[in-house]
């Protein structure tokens, strides 16, 4: 088993429309084209996963009304390249391991406010389909991003 101790803990969200499409948001200064992704981020200390994943959620995009449908209960994990800047939040670890979170929107799009927290992660989003998400991150996050859209296909039924 791979040993995980030097990756970030992250959680990741898949937010799914009522017909189907998910969220997919541009992220800021991230040249094209691959700059469109699922809202992340940084687990704290004793945060429970599905807490941070609702906290990232609301922070990135502005979504609270939203409800759990699944999860990737195992560490799904991937390697910073040997060139990667990244977050200052991001230094001094191997890479990211996440814990993956599927949730129905349920409120208006009005609710949507990329500006809802002080550090901006995205400047435009859209809808989209699921299988597109492994053709527009960056490489890196690519097989991570295979694993989160072969989970969460089933949620498309």
Known sequence: ??????????????LFHADGRVW????????????????QGGVDEGEDYEAAARRELAEET????????????????????????GSKQARGWKGQKQRWFAFRFTGE????????????????????????APDLIVPFKRETYEQVVSTFAALLI
Do not use: C, K
């Open 1 to 14: 088993m791979r040993d995980l101790s030097n990756y970030r803990p992250n959680v990741g969200v898949v």
């Open 24 to 39: 997919y948001g541009r992220r800021a200064g991230t040249p094209a084209p691959y700059n469109w992704q699922f809202p």
């Open 62 to 85: 502005g979504v609270t009304s939203a409800e759990l449908i699944g999860e990737i209960q195992q560490w799904v994990a991937y390697d910073f390249p040997a060139d990667y800047g």
């Open 109 to 132: 799009e009005a609710e949507i406010d990329l500006e809802q927290h002080e550090e901006i992660e995205f400047d435009a989003w859209r809808w989209g389909r699921l299988d597109e």
